[in-house]
Nanobody, 120 residues
Framework: QVQLVESGGGLVQPGGSLRLSCAFS????????IGWFRQAPGQEREGVSC????????YYSDSVRGRFTISRDNVKNMVYLQMNSLKPEDTAVYYC?????????????WGQGTQVTVSS
């Protein structure tokens, strides 16, 4: 059974940093791609970043490229999202998730989410 549990969200000032963590179980990264999407109130879901299981390619949305970094620890079954230079528009609930494919912004398993609020 696929399970994903996010942590690390919180309140941060603009320009600050946060690191989100995701503990996963029920699969390996050899078989599943993994990434993060976010959803703000009244807005559509937005894929943020993804690591492909097929060729280890890493994807970022245009809105976070250069500020966010995704990484993984295959031994600990963890995935991380380092978020730097945060902006108020990054405020959202962030979900760790397995995508149908990284190139397609569609997700089929996700955790409960962690709230990130960027505000002064």
């Amino acid at each position: 059974q696929v399970q994903l549990v996010e942590s690390g969200g919180g309140l941060v000032q603009p320009g600050g940093s946060l690191r989100l963590s995701c503990a996963f179980s029920g699969f390996t990264l050899d078989d599943y791609s993994i990434g993060w999407f976010r959803q703000a109130p009244g807005q559509e879901r937005e894929g943020v970043s993804c690591i492909s299981s097929t060729d280890n390619s890493i994807y970022y949305s245009d809105s976070v490229r250069g500020r966010f970094t995704i990484s993984r620890d295959n031994v600990k079954n963890m995935v991380y999202l380092q978020m730097n230079s945060l902006k108020p528009e990054d405020t959202a609930v962030y979900y760790c998730a397995t995508p149908i494919a990284c190139a397609i912004d569609e997700w089929d398993n996700w955790g409960q989410g962690t709230q990130v609020t960027v505000s002064s």
